[in-house]
């Protein structure tokens, strides 16, 4: 037995969900349930475990000083402290806190330009979980919104509840709320030179669809890695790794000729579907200026012989390089894609 996951809803989301359905008098609610996400935000390296660290190397910091002993690295000890004995008062928790108090604010300068809303617009600022009780997280939401944050909803189980909701509309069981979600990290691949090219940004509305074609970097390359990645660092290094696979069978040609359209479709349920589609490129013939409509003909004839003879070079290359690189064919590495220009969209 297991869970059956029928969609993947994001934390911010779902506890705008909780706090939807309790008012009646909200912007959401006024749009007769439909739930439309402008924007999302935040630090994944960021939460309440990072609070109780700074305490902790505070506690044992103060414990060292008192004793000479440094248990940061007895684990048993630092679980069980039977002999630590401190008092912190709530203005030196707050300076300790302060700085992880302070990461939050970017993201939410990031979340109101993606949306393009002034922080002046916003009506109500939920919080949600239990480091949000703490009265300098609410100070830090005044300075930036110039309002108190919403009392409305249990940090605690806002979270929860919301995803509830969202359960109850798959299950058919809620019937008057529409959610409009969007991805809350950019997608993308890994190309030449570990640079992160991607292919849908974040905030993108789900479900959503796009392609873009890449080809070979090297001469006689047989086979790519695909590498998926998730964030906004220019480089890979910088992002969190999805997955990868190998792409395989290319035909050996130049670089640049065998085109590959990788495609990253995503459906309401934030299920993630990567493709590839491989194809050899065929050269485009421009009619020369003054040529008559009416020589579509002729034209046709030129392609089809420029392609004939593109389709004989291409055969003479692969026939050379197979018989030059046998041996080094069969070592080969699969390297990373090589971006072009060429971008197609589909929502």
Avoid: W
Wanted: hydrophobic fraction near 40%; glycine fraction near 8%; aromatic fraction near 4%.
């Amino acid at each position: 037995m297991g869970l059956n996951v029928l969609r993947v809803i994001n934390e911010p989301t779902a506890a705008a969900l909780a706090y939807g359905l309790d008012k009646a008098d909200s912007a959401v609610i006024a749009q007769k349930g439909v739930f439309e996400v402008k924007s999302t935000n935040g630090d994944t390296h960021l939460g309440g475990e990072d609070f109780d660290i700074v305490l902790v190397d505070h506690i044992l910091g103060e414990f060292k000083k008192e004793s000479g002993i440094d248990l940061s690295g007895d684990h048993m000890a630092i679980q069980r402290p039977k002999h630590i004995n401190t008092k912190l008062i709530r203005s030196q928790f707050e300076a300790l806190a302060d700085p992880l108090v302070k990461r939050t604010i970017d993201p939410c300068k990031k979340a109101l330009s993606d949306a393009s809303v002034k922080a002046s617009e916003i009506n109500e600022v939920i919080l949600v979980g239990g480091m949000t009780r703490m009265p300098h997280v609410g100070e830090a939401v005044k300075t930036i919104f110039g309002h108190k944050p919403s009392k409305g909803v249990n940090p605690d189980a806002a979270v929860a509840k919301g995803a509830a909701i969202q359960g109850g509309v798959l299950a058919g069981n809620v019937t008057d709320i529409l959610l409009l979600d969007v991805t809350p990290l950019s997608l993308g691949i890994e190309t030449l030179g570990g640079i992160m090219t991607k292919l849908i940004n974040r905030n993108t509305i789900i479900p959503t669809k796009r392609s873009q074609v890449f080809s070979t970097a090297t001469d006689g390359q047989t086979a790519i890695k695909v590498k998926i990645f998730q964030g906004e660092c220019e480089l890979v290094c910088d992002n969190k790794v999805l997955g990868n696979f190998n792409l395989v069978g290319i035909p050996p040609a130049p670089k640049g000729v065998p085109q590959i359209k990788i495609t990253f479709d995503i459906d309401a349920s934030m299920l993630y579907l990567v493709f590839t589609v491989l194809s050899m490129s065929r050269p485009r013939t421009r009619l020369q200026k003054g040529q008559a409509a009416d020589s579509s003909v002729d034209a046709e004839k030129i392609c089809k012989k420029t392609s004939e003879t593109q389709q004989a070079s291409l055969g003479l290359f692969q026939k050379v390089y197979k018989k030059r690189n046998t041996e080094s064919l069969s070592e080969e590495k699969p390297s990373e894609p090589e971006s072009e220009k060429k971008e197609e969209k589909k929502d």
